[in-house]
């Protein structure tokens, strides 16, 4: 999710979640390397699976990502829509060693343009997002989230002006829940729970989405979407210059898209 954000007061006056989720993430006195103690194939290499294996999980190898997924070639590139890995199915991730928290140190890294970043976002199709609300590394709090999931959605909804980093410079309200209460793994693959309100609710929403393929143009109404059609046809522009190839995607087709991420109707 992009910085430029439009804060209400109402949201600045939710309960903060900060303190809660202070032992789920890491700050900039701590040295990411001080993390890094797990053995992890080295990237390229075929030995995942025997990581995995190593662990005692037990499950079919395609439902899930394997260390390799998480390799990088630093520094990471921020794709922008209409890249159809934005659209790709995210694996779940099970194995926690230094590659996937390699990946996490450099999402953060790209992450200083905005306050959240979802790994398909970095062309990474597996279920982690991170997102530190101060929108600047070295402040405030960096929060790290595997395989999350909502187990509740408040009634109270709120309208907010939404940025996101695959749509440089598009910004529209959107309406999602006030709060939410999640569950998720840390970057070492403890369990927690979670209830997030105001503006850390408002950026995880966002990115949940992107994990499920959903993107923010998706949740706005006809009338938001008709204000940003032009900058997105622009981006489809883009996409068919830089790659020789038809966009995967065309506004046009909206309202498949909404009926996609289940607004269709709403
Ligand atoms: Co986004």
Do not use: W
């Amino acid at each position: 999710m992009a910085a430029r954000i439009q804060v209400s007061p109402a949201l600045f006056s939710c309960t903060s979640i900060l303190p809660s989720i202070s032992r789920h993430v890491r700050r900039r006195n701590r040295s990411i390397h001080r993390l890094f103690s797990n053995e992890s194939p080295p990237c390229g290499s075929a030995s995942s699976s025997f990581v995995q294996a190593q662990r005692g999980f037990s499950f079919q190898e395609e439902n899930f990502a394997s260390s390799a997924d998480f390799c990088v070639d630093a520094p990471l590139k921020i794709i922008k829509y209409p890249d159809p890995r934005l659209r790709a199915k995210n694996k779940r991730v099970n194995t926690f060693d230094d590659n996937l928290k390699k990946l996490v140190d450099e999402m953060f890294d790209v992450i200083t343009d905005g306050i959240g970043l979802s790994a398909p976002q970095v062309g990474m199709n597996i279920q982690l997002m991170v997102f530190n609300p101060a929108g600047e590394r070295g402040e405030g709090e960096e929060v790290v989230l595997v395989n999350p999931a909502v187990h509740k959605s408040s009634k109270k909804s709120l309208l907010y002006n939404e940025g996101c980093l695959s749509f440089p410079g598009i910004y529209a309200d959107v309406v999602r829940p006030a709060s939410v209460k999640i569950d998720a793994r840390d970057v070492r693959g403890a369990r927690f729970r979670l209830n997030l309100s105001g503006l850390p609710a408002r950026v995880f929403q966002h990115e949940f989405d992107h994990l499920k393929g959903i993107l923010f143009f998706d949740r706005m109404g006809e009338d938001m979407l008709y204000g940003i059609m032009s900058e997105l046809k622009v981006l489809e522009k883009k996409y068919e210059d830089l790659t020789g190839q038809p966009s995967p995607e065309n506004i046009d087709n909206h309202t498949q898209r909404q009926h996609f991420a289940g607004l269709a109707g709403t």
